[in-house]
């Protein structure tokens, strides 16, 4: 795919890529963020969305990135259930449609999740996927892909690399428990992980005085009766980072690095780029993103990927885990490269975040507030707020980015977003 060549962002995000398709509820959750795909749109570009996207919202992206309403195209999927969106195009009679804007003109899918019904999909409407020659090269690195999107294929993996990884074993959900409680003679706590998960998704932290006061281990029905799990020693974490890589087929270079914001190990934000703090273990995510890229390479994948790590009190990191697609951090961060191009703003500082606001509010009415304070991101400056994925269908937990010059300056902004919105707690 050239530069000038279309593409279909396709938003994929009920897929079975991170968790089991029979994860409903959370892959419906996930799916309201695909909104923030319009940011990737040029001319030419389709957009496949299982949300629909509010007018105001479109607007006002277009208005940032000078991209022609009329000249991109974004296809509302109705609601299918649980399903993977190629199946809910096809049952909305959608097919021809798509093929028809974008077959004849060499385009190629963009998946947010490189899945077997997303290639498939490809195939049936006569695409490439980005940034594959053919569907079968693509397809060749589907087995790769998956494995490396669980926790047991990840530890496999990064062992052989030699990352440095939180002690631990992976075993069949119905050993979990038994695990746990050797792993606790050793460790005062330990992290129970379904194999297949994301964000934070059927983890449980698990102390021996919790163990004493069960007769059976509670866990999440992720994964199912017979699913992997992994249980590791749970280590005292000064902060949770992640790097994210571009796999080419001749070199694997960095993108961004940064640390997630968490709370009970559920992804709740990010920030770019490493605090001081944890600057001293940059190079070693970079040896470890490059020794993994290298792997994916050799095994024919080409596109994102996402090594997160823990770092404890002591400034020793470990790798925790592989996210081998893209992310809630990757359609941001090229939203801020693209806004920021030719900016006074050369190296932004940003963050990804959310917020609950006391009283429901509608997308202009929130804008509004950013342009009275004049917070909203300006274009020549290349900082302020992003309100990057839509008005939320509750009116209340509005998703942001924050872009400055600095990490202090982001705090800043932050810190009078709170107050302009009237974010609980701010």
Known sequence: MTESAPIVVFANFLSDLAVDLNEGQILTQWAQQAPRKAWLLRPGDVLVTPVPLGREFLRYVYGLTGVPPESVVVVEVPPAGAVP??????????????????????????????????????????????????????????????????????????????????????????????????????????????????????????????????????????????????????????????????????????????????????????????????????????????????????????????????????????????NIRRTATTTPHAMVTRLTAGSANTHPAWSVSKGWTRDPMDFEGALARLRASRLAFDPERGEGVVLYADAPPDGRSWRYAVIARNAGDVEEQEATLAEVLGFEGG
């Not at 199946?87 to 490189?114: C, N």
């Not at 690195?141 to 530890?155: D, H, V, Y």
């Not at 979990?176 to 050793?186: I, P, S």
Request: hydrophobic share 40%.
């Open 85 to 322: 969106l190629a199946r809910a195009v096809r049952e909305a009679g959608l097919v021809e449609h798509i093929r028809a804007l974008a077959s004849d003109r060499g385009a190629a899918l963009l998946p947010t999740a490189l899945d077997a019904s997303a290639i498939a999909f490809a195939r049936d409407v006569g695409l490439t996927v980005h940034p594959y020659p053919t569907s079968e090269a693509a397809e060749t690195a589907l087995k790769m892909t998956m494995l490396l999107n669980t926790k047991t294929g990840f530890r496999e993996t990064a062992e052989q690399l030699g990352m440095r990884l939180p002690p631990g074993r992976a075993c069949p959900r119905p050993q979990t428990e038994d695990v746990a409680r050797e792993l606790l003679r050793e460790y005062e706590r330990v992290v129970v992980k379904p194999d297949r998960s994301a964000g934070g998704h059927g983890m449980r932290f698990v102390s021996r005085d919790d163990m004493s006061g069960w007769t059976v281990l509670p866990l999440d029905t992720v994964g199912g009766p017979d699913g992997m799990w992994v249980v590791e020693e749970c280590l005292d974490v000064a902060e949770s980072v992640s790097i994210q890589m571009e796999v080419g087929a001749s070199a694997t270079h960095a993108l961004f690095s940064g640390a997630m914001r968490t709370a009970h190990g559920t992804f709740t934000g990010y920030a770019s780029p490493l605090p001081l703090s944890c600057a001293h273990v940059a190079d070693e995510l970079e040896e470890w993103g490059a020794a993994l890229g290298r792997h994916l390479a050799d095994h024919g994948y080409a596109g994102p990927v996402g090594l997160d790590a823990l770092v404890d009190v002591e400034g020793v990191a470990y790798a925790s885990e592989s």
